[in-house]
């Protein structure tokens, strides 16, 4: 059974805390995704890495980093977490080509919560 | 740049009723692909369907089927007598050929659906 999964599924954070979000999958997939999910906004892309050590911006990258040292994980990081950050965030992968765009694997996604 | 329209944010209908996710899409590319994801109340998105732009064949799986028109850039989505576990929110995506972002989706704002008893 194929798995995307993130280290918790509830965080609470105060502002001004660097925040790690972890995020494994293992499914041995070269393509690795972070989403940021709000209510009337949908899903935004943050960031997304299609190898190793490589990171590319998406729509949002404002105020996140990311980190991709192993294949199979990519972490999420808010290096001074702001309240504006409160939010659900989804971890993806997929393989590559469009042979592969079937579909994207997701995780159960974390929620943040800024204080 | 692409940009997906979910214009019905929230649809609430009676078990056994018919019910039509709207989705209306735009991109600059010939070759682009579109996608439903279903989001239950659990979190997890599901996928459910892929299509591509060379493919305007509407799809039937069981209750679900999706209607793909090029002609008015529209992928919607038809739950046929609906059950209370089809509640959930339904996000219609894109990815356009020319993909400058490895394949990321672009996501519409989604539709939340509730099914009463």
């Known amino acids: 059974d194929v798995k995307v999964t993130q280290s918790s599924r509830y965080l609470v954070k105060r502002t001004g805390e660097k925040v790690f979000l972890e995020c494994v999958q293992d499914?041995?997939?070269?393509?690795m995704f972070w989403y940021r999910q709000d209510p009337g906004l949908g899903l935004r892309l943050i960031y997304f890495s299609y190898d190793v050590k490589m990171k590319e911006k998406g729509d949002i990258p404002e105020g996140y980093s990311v980190s991709r040292e192993k294949k199979e994980r990519f972490s999420l990081i808010l290096e001074s977490a702001s309240t504006n950050q409160t939010s659900m965030y989804l971890c993806?992968?997929?393989?590559?080509?469009?042979?592969?765009?079937?579909?994207?694997?997701f995780g159960p996604g974390t929620r943040l919560t800024v204080l | 740049a692409q940009k997906v329209t979910q214009a019905q944010t929230e649809i609430s209908v009676v078990e056994k009723e018919d019910v039509t996710l709207d989705c209306v899409y735009e991109t600059r590319d010939t070759t682009y692909y579109l996608f439903w994801y279903k989001q239950p109340p659990s979190g997890e998105l599901v996928f459910l369907i892929r299509?591509?732009?060379?493919?305007?064949q509407n799809e039937i799986s069981g209750r679900y089927s999706w209607n793909f028109q090029k002609s008015t850039s529209s992928f919607n989505f038809t739950i046929t007598a609906s059950q209370v576990v089809d509640s959930a929110v339904y996000f219609c995506?894109?990815?356009?050929?020319?993909?400058?972002?490895?394949?990321?989706?672009?996501f519409g704002k989604g539709t939340s659906l509730l099914v009463t008893p």
């Open positions: 499914m041995d997939h070269e393509n």
């Open positions: 995506a894109l990815i356009p050929l020319n993909s400058n972002s490895g394949y990321a989706l672009n």
């Open positions: 299509r591509n732009s060379f493919d305007e």
């Open positions: 993806a992968s997929s393989t590559i080509g469009l042979a592969s765009l079937n579909e994207q694997f």
